[in-house]
Each structure stands twice: as structure tokens, then as C-alpha cells.
């Protein structure tokens, strides 16, 4: 993971958190929730709070998601809100960590002043034993604390300031107005610094969690559709009469379920050719094929000339593996027709056809699903689904490590949203 490290391709983008006081406040945080202070004097931190660092240190790379549930936070500044999240057991942790941001921002920026916020992400479950668990997740609430105890300051010194205003004897306890001094010299004035979250409970929607070797679970008016292997404990099994189960490895009906929900954008012209997304992922399919045949190949000195050239001796391997031609064919039939009969096609062949629609609220989590069932894309799968990428880059050779760094830093890395734009049609605010 070195390479991945130096490239900032794992644990990038994070804030580093070095000031003795900013220390002090995740210390506290960290001993709230029952742990042991770090003794680094240098970490760094994603939005969620989570630090690579200080889990190599505790030994324990969940310390801040026990049990992969009710994850935890601590929220040192709000310019945590434009971090990544590097750790987390589902994909729409981001999301939910955003929502509370936006919402509560004004809470969030006061009590950053001077303390550090931390909480936990709680849900209806506590443990994960089978798939209804997951299913029970509607909603999650956020409980929040602060290190120095900030909210509590606040909540004490709001109920002093309403017994001053309600007790007629109230200005006479020269105790209580000492203690509002003192208080307000620590929280300043609450009349105009919104020291309480506003907003708190936020509604669960489609996710994948990395429990059971992986779930999907999918969101639609009357049904729920569960997308994961046919051996996770419960399938088919947890309210049949509300969830519909297709295994992963079901290409024709994982197909039909995303087309007739209208998930997926289907081969036009319009889209396919300035993407340029066929042509990507077959040479995502060669270059492939060339490490699998010898893993010592430099790729990073394979320029067209040779890949040709590599194509017309391995003839015999590009047939028979079969995604170059086909994607070829695809191309070709697209640029000619305009479209494409995916009722033609194999269904294990569809999803190199297709993408996420991109106005569609799922489209993160339908691409990220994409990406597992098209896996020589590495390219895809780091925008994606990274725990994904990084499983499969532990079984890489060691040219073929330099190459995929050196393929992502010169061209995911450079302009991510115009990369995501063009490859697959999204649009970031």
C-alpha cells in the first residue's frame, strides 16, 4: 500500500490535525467513547473524524465503527464537511455525514470555536446477524456530544437566562448570575450563536454495507430489492413479502431490476461517444490481458504501436477471452445504429454496455455495482467502489501496481468531477 499511500490514492485529501489543543479535544472525544488517548502529536483525519494513524496505533482499524454499526464522528472543524471518508462499513455514510453538515452548520461552525463535537450515527439495530437487520434501517439519528462539554454550557446557561426571565427574585442570586458570567465567558453569547444542532434524525436510503461480504439494498415505492451472494444469512428468508433477492452473480435479472427501475442509462450515440467509456474499458480489458499473460510487462512503456502489435500475437487469447472484440463490435454497432438491442447481448456482457443514469438519486451506488461486475475496470472501481479496488490491488503484480498508480494520478487525479463528468454523465453541485 506504500505506492497507493505516496500517490495519495488511499488516505488522501485528509486535514491534518497537529495543534496541541486540537489534541486535546480529540483525546477527550476518544475517552468519551471509552478509549485510550492518543500519544501522536501529528494525525490526520477524513470527514467523519476517523484517522488512519490512530488506528494503526489502537490496532483496531474500526475504533470508530464498532460492531460495523451506529458509526461514530468527531467533527474537529467544519472543513471536515469537504473530506472524503476513508473508513466505513456503508457507502452512504458520506451522504449522511453531508446532510448533517448542511443542516447544522451554523451550530457546528460556533461550537468548533472552542470544542469539538462527537457523537454517534445510531440506527435500530446494534449488530448485524442476517439481512434483516439491515433491513430495519429506516432512519438514523445523530447523538451528539462535545468535548469540552460545550452543549451542556450552552443548555445550562440557556436555562439560567429563562430563570432570570421568568423569577422576578432571580436577579438577586448573586450565585446564578456568577455562574452565567462564567458560563457565557466559555459559550458566548447564545442569544446569537446557535450552539445546538438543529437537525438530527435523517432518513436511510439505498446503500451498500460491507457486511457479508457485501449487500445491496435498494429503495422503491412499493418493494425492496436486496442485491448480494445467495449464502448471506436470511436471504430470501427476511420478509419475503416485501423484499425481492437476486444473487450477484445474476447478470440477467441484476439487468432487468436496474433497467425497469429506470437506474441505468442504456447505449445511445448521444452519450457513448463523447464518454468515450467503450473505448476506456477495453483498453482497460487489454492491458489486462497483458499482466495476466506476464505479470513482469512494463505498461507504462505500452504505447498503440505496441498494443497492437501485443493484440495481433495473442490473437488466439484476445479471442477467446472476448470482451476486446465485443466491445469493438458495440462501438461499432452504436456508431452505425445509433443504439444498441441489449436483448442481443449476453447478460454478463451488459454492463460493459452501460452506465448509471445519471439524474437517477442511486446513481453512486448503481455505479459502484457496475464497477464490481466489470473488474478489469480498475478505473472504475477506485471512483466506486475503492474497498473493492484496494482488495484487488493486493493480488496485482508489482508492474501492474505501477502501472494502475500511474494510470489513476495522471488522469482520475487530475480533474476528478471532469473525469466523472465525461466517463459517466454525472454532475456535481
Same mark, same amino acid.
Given at each position: 500500500?506504500?505506492?497507493?499511500?505516496?500517490?495519495?490514492?488511499?488516505?488522501?485529501?485528509?486535514?491534518?490535525?497537529?495543534?496541541? *489543543?486540537? %489534541?486535546?479535544?480529540?483525546?477527550?472525544?476518544?475517552?468519551?467513547?471509552?478509549?485510550?488517548? $492518543?500519544?501522536?502529536?501529528?494525525? #490526520?483525519?477524513?470527514?467523519?473524524?476517523?484517522?488512519?494513524?490512530?488506528?494503526?496505533?489502537?490496532?483496531?482499524?474500526?475504533?470508530?465503527?464498532?460492531?460495523?454499526?451506529?458509526?461514530?464522528? &468527531?467533527?474537529? $472543524? /467544519?472543513?471536515?464537511?469537504?473530506? /472524503?471518508?476513508?473508513?466505513?462499513?456503508?457507502?452512504?455514510?458520506?451522504?449522511?455525514? *453531508?446532510?448533517?453538515?448542511?443542516?447544522? @452548520?451554523?451550530?457546528?461552525?460556533?461550537?468548533?470555536?472552542?470544542?469539538?463535537?462527537?457523537?454517534?450515527?445510531?440506527?435500530?439495530?446494534?449488530?448485524?446477524?442476517? &439481512?434483516?437487520?439491515?433491513? @430495519?434501517?429506516?432512519?438514523?439519528?445523530?447523538?451528539?456530544?462535545?468535548?469540552?462539554?460545550?452543549?451542556?454550557?450552552?443548555?445550562?446557561?440557556?436555562?439560567?437566562?429563562?430563570?432570570?426571565?421568568?423569577?422576578?427574585?432571580?436577579?438577586?442570586?448573586?450565585?446564578?448570575?456568577?455562574?452565567?458570567?462564567?458560563?457565557?465567558?466559555?459559550?458566548?453569547? %447564545?442569544?446569537?450563536?446557535?450552539?445546538?444542532?438543529?437537525?438530527?434524525?435523517?432518513?436511510?436510503?439505498?446503500?451498500?454495507?460491507?457486511?457479508?461480504?457485501?449487500?445491496?439494498?435498494?429503495?422503491?415505492?412499493?418493494?425492496?430489492?436486496?442485491?448480494?451472494? /445467495? #449464502?448471506?444469512?436470511?436471504?430470501?428468508?427476511?420478509?419475503?413479502?416485501?423484499?425481492?433477492?437476486?444473487?450477484?452473480?445474476?447478470?440477467?435479472?441484476?439487468?432487468?431490476?436496474?433497467? @425497469?427501475?429506470?437506474?441505468?442509462?442504456?447505449?445511445?450515440?448521444?452519450?457513448?461517444?463523447?464518454?468515450?467509456?467503450?473505448?476506456?474499458?477495453?483498453?482497460?480489458?487489454?492491458?489486462?490481458?497483458?499482466?495476466?499473460?506476464?505479470?513482469?510487462?512494463?505498461?507504462?512503456?505500452?504505447?498503440? %504501436?505496441?498494443?497492437?502489435?501485443?493484440? *495481433?500475437?495473442?490473437?488466439?487469447?484476445?479471442?477467446?477471452?472476448?470482451?476486446?472484440?465485443?466491445?469493438?463490435?458495440?462501438?461499432?454497432?452504436?456508431?452505425?445504429?445509433? #443504439?444498441? !438491442?441489449?436483448?442481443?447481448?449476453?447478460?454478463?456482457?451488459?454492463?460493459?454496455?452501460?452506465?448509471?443514469?445519471?439524474? *437517477? /438519486?442511486?446513481?453512486?451506488?448503481?455505479?459502484?455495482? %457496475?464497477?464490481?461486475?466489470?473488474?478489469?475496470?480498475?478505473?472504475?472501481?477506485?471512483?466506486?467502489?475503492?474497498?473493492?479496488?484496494?482488495?484487488?490491488?493486493? !493480488?496485482?503484480?508489482?508492474?501492474? !501496481?505501477?502501472?494502475?498508480?500511474?494510470?489513476?494520478?495522471?488522469?482520475?487525479?487530475?480533474?476528478?468531477?471532469?473525469?466523472?463528468?465525461?466517463?459517466?454523465?454525472?454532475?456535481?453541485?
Amino acid at each position: 500500500m506504500k505506492r497507493l499511500l505516496e500517490a495519495e490514492l488511499i488516505y488522501g485529501r485528509l486535514l491534518d490535525i497537529a495543534e496541541p *489543543h486540537l %489534541i486535546a479535544r480529540y483525546n477527550k472525544a476518544l475517552e468519551g467513547f471509552g478509549l485510550n488517548p $492518543t500519544a501522536l502529536e501529528r494525525f #490526520s483525519i477524513d470527514m467523519t473524524g476517523f484517522s488512519p494513524e490512530i488506528a494503526d496505533e489502537l490496532g483496531d482499524r474500526d475504533y470508530l465503527d464498532p460492531n460495523r454499526v451506529n458509526r461514530r464522528f &468527531i467533527i474537529m $472543524t /467544519p472543513d471536515q464537511a469537504e473530506l /472524503p471518508v476513508v473508513h466505513t462499513s456503508f457507502s452512504n455514510t458520506a451522504a449522511l455525514m *453531508h446532510e448533517f453538515f448542511n443542516a447544522n @452548520s451554523r451550530a457546528i461552525n460556533a461550537v468548533t470555536i472552542k470544542d469539538a463535537l462527537y457523537g454517534e450515527i445510531e440506527d435500530s439495530v446494534s449488530i448485524v446477524d442476517d &439481512i434483516d437487520d439491515l433491513l @430495519s434501517i429506516n432512519e438514523v439519528r445523530f447523538r451528539v456530544l462535545s468535548a469540552e462539554d460545550m452543549l451542556g454550557k450552552a443548555a445550562e446557561l440557556r436555562g439560567l437566562v429563562d430563570r432570570l426571565k421568568k423569577v422576578p427574585t432571580a436577579w438577586t442570586d448573586d450565585d446564578m448570575l456568577n455562574r452565567m458570567v462564567e458560563l457565557a465567558k466559555m459559550t458566548g453569547d %447564545i442569544r446569537q450563536n446557535a450552539l445546538v444542532p438543529d437537525q438530527l434524525v435523517f432518513r436511510h436510503d439505498a446503500f451498500w454495507a460491507n457486511h457479508f461480504g457485501g449487500v445491496y439494498i435498494f429503495l422503491d415505492e412499493k418493494t425492496t430489492t436486496v442485491i448480494c451472494d /445467495p #449464502s448471506v444469512p436470511g436471504f430470501r428468508r427476511s420478509r419475503p413479502w416485501q423484499v425481492s433477492y437476486i444473487a450477484i452473480d445474476d447478470h440477467a435479472r441484476i439487468y432487468d431490476f436496474l433497467a @425497469s427501475t429506470k437506474r441505468l442509462q442504456l447505449p445511445q450515440a448521444s452519450w457513448v461517444e463523447d464518454s468515450g467509456l467503450y473505448q476506456h474499458r477495453a483498453d482497460m480489458v487489454v492491458r489486462g490481458l497483458i499482466n495476466d499473460a506476464d505479470p513482469t510487462t512494463d505498461l507504462a512503456r505500452a504505447d498503440r %504501436i505496441w498494443l497492437q502489435t501485443w493484440m *495481433h500475437r495473442n490473437a488466439a487469447l484476445v479471442a477467446q477471452d472476448g470482451a476486446y472484440p465485443f466491445l469493438q463490435e458495440m462501438l461499432r454497432t452504436v456508431q452505425t445504429t445509433g #443504439s444498441i !438491442r441489449m436483448q442481443d447481448v449476453a447478460p454478463a456482457n451488459r454492463f460493459m454496455l452501460v452506465r448509471a443514469a445519471p439524474a *437517477h /438519486p442511486d446513481q453512486w451506488l448503481v455505479n459502484r455495482l %457496475i464497477a464490481q461486475l466489470v473488474p478489469r475496470d480498475f478505473v472504475s472501481r477506485f471512483v466506486f467502489d475503492k474497498q473493492g479496488f484496494y482488495d484487488a490491488y493486493e !493480488r496485482y503484480s508489482e508492474k501492474f !501496481r505501477e502501472y494502475v498508480v500511474a494510470t489513476l494520478t495522471g488522469t482520475y487525479l487530475k480533474d476528478k468531477a471532469a473525469f466523472r463528468h465525461k466517463l459517466y454523465g454525472l454532475r456535481e453541485e
